[in-house]
């Protein structure tokens, strides 16, 4: 990220038109993925209404595409332009803090903090300081085909890893061309193996700074998914190549595979493709606990921003209490600690309801600032391991190349 600032400013002027700095403390431009603002009638323009006629400030909002968003930023931002506000997913809070362009709201959230959910709260934290607080956060879950289970003998969802193998394996029939699990390859298949890491008892980076990437847990977490290919041959060859999520969710949608590990979006894209597939969601299965990984998106303040009080009063606004019914409009999850009371969660949409039960299990991705290149680096692990190389030898090498990034 620093390198990207100190050769990135030559594209400040180009992109200073996505947002502006405001004149006076009661004007703010927010930025949010383009989803949450995709037209006149979407339900963030009733609710900024609202904000405006309580606080007397105005917002006005720019929708920027999730692929864009991060780059956007840094160009924008480090260039003394850019939003007051901005929504960013979980994953880019450290890069951008570590910069120096988020405002530190630690005082100013400290009394908040039992309003939201532990582990989306703990990914606007960098370096014992919070610097953005959750608007919305999701996690993965196991979704299943229950025509293909039935049909294999097996009359409940796993819920252990030994479950989850037998299911995958009878659900594997190399004559009909049918698999047990669909899972991606590099980074997608690296998240979604880091619960299983934390499922096995074990860590990535711990609070201190430390990289767990080598330990027994991780290296056996590993070599279990890995063996559903390498050895059960329960994933379709697809696993070498499924770089984004519709190339994931294909074989499942597509009847091929029983089971995928995936996150609330995939709901709208199995009913679009596959409208009779019956389906039903279920927590992760667990090893020796219960775990999940998080994702999602947080609000956070631009450092130099002329209306820091504005700016972190529509944050409270937007990411509170208020986020239950507003999030819902969404069919996205709340992040506050309220929208997780049974009575909270039996108000969702049934597919919705097993993301916020296991949402206690839930752990963010490290917060460190060079974590998109540690995800590059469990991603090359992957394809490594699942192409034949042993989980050990090839943990260890990650291990390096994460110390490595860890010390710079």
């Known amino acids: 990220m620093r390198n990207f600032l100190k050769n990135g400013t030559m594209a400040v002027a180009i992109l200073t038109g996505l947002g502006t700095v405001p004149g006076w403390a009661d004007n703010l431009v927010l930025w949010v993925n383009a989803p949450l603002a ?46 007051d506000v901005m929504a960013l997913d979980i994953a880019w809070v450290a890069g951008l803090a570590d910069a120096g362009l988020l405002m530190d709201i630690t005082e100013q959230s400290a009394p908040l903090a039992s309003k939201y959910q532990p582990g989306p709260f703990a990914g606007g934290r960098y370096e014992g300081k919070q610097y953005a607080l959750p608007l919305y956060t999701n996690n993965a879950a196991l979704i299943v085909n229950d025509k293909m289970l039935a049909q294999a003998g097996i009359d409940k969802a796993p819920t252990t890893w030994g479950e989850l193998r037998a299911a995958a394996v009878a659900m594997t029939n190399a004559e009909k061309g049918t698999y047990g699990i669909s899972f991606g390859s590099n980074r997608m298949g690296a998240f979604q193996l880091y619960p299983f890491i934390w499922q096995a008892g074990g860590e990535i980076i711990d609070d201190k700074g430390k990289s767990h990437v080598a330990d027994p847990e991780a290296i056996g977490a590993v070599d279990f998914l890995a063996k559903l290919y390498t050895q059960d041959k329960a994933m379709p060859e697809s696993v070498l190549t499924a770089g984004n999520w519709d190339e994931v969710h294909a074989p499942f949608i597509q009847e091929r595979a029983g089971m995928v590990i995936s996150g609330d979006w995939a709901i709208a894209a199995i009913k679009k493709n596959a409208p009779n597939l019956a389906f039903s969601i279920h927590p992760l299965p667990q090893g020796k606990k219960a775990a999940t990984v998080i994702g999602g998106y947080n609000l956070a303040v631009r450092q130099g921003t002329a209306a820091p009080k504005a700016a972190f009063q529509l944050v409270e606004w937007l990411t509170g209490d208020r986020s239950i019914e507003l999030m819902g409009k969404y069919q996205r999850l709340s992040a506050t600690a309220a929208a997780t009371t049974p009575e909270a969660i039996a108000k969702l949409p049934k597919e919705m309801q097993p993301f916020m039960a296991q949402a206690s299990a839930g752990h963010p991705r490290p917060v460190v600032a060079s974590w998109s290149e540690m995800h590059g680096v469990f991603g090359n692990m992957w394809d490594a391991v699942i192409r034949g190389r042993p989980a050990a030898e090839a943990l260890a090498e990650a291990n390096a190349e994460v110390e490595n990034l860890l010390a710079r």
């Open 38 to 83: 995709s037209g006149p009638d979407a339900p963030l323009y009733a609710e900024l209404k609202k904000f405006e006629a309580e606080t007397g400030n105005k917002v006005e909002v720019q929708a920027v595409p999730h692929m864009e968003m991060e780059r956007n930023l840094f160009v924008a931002m480090s260039g003394g332009a850019g939003p």
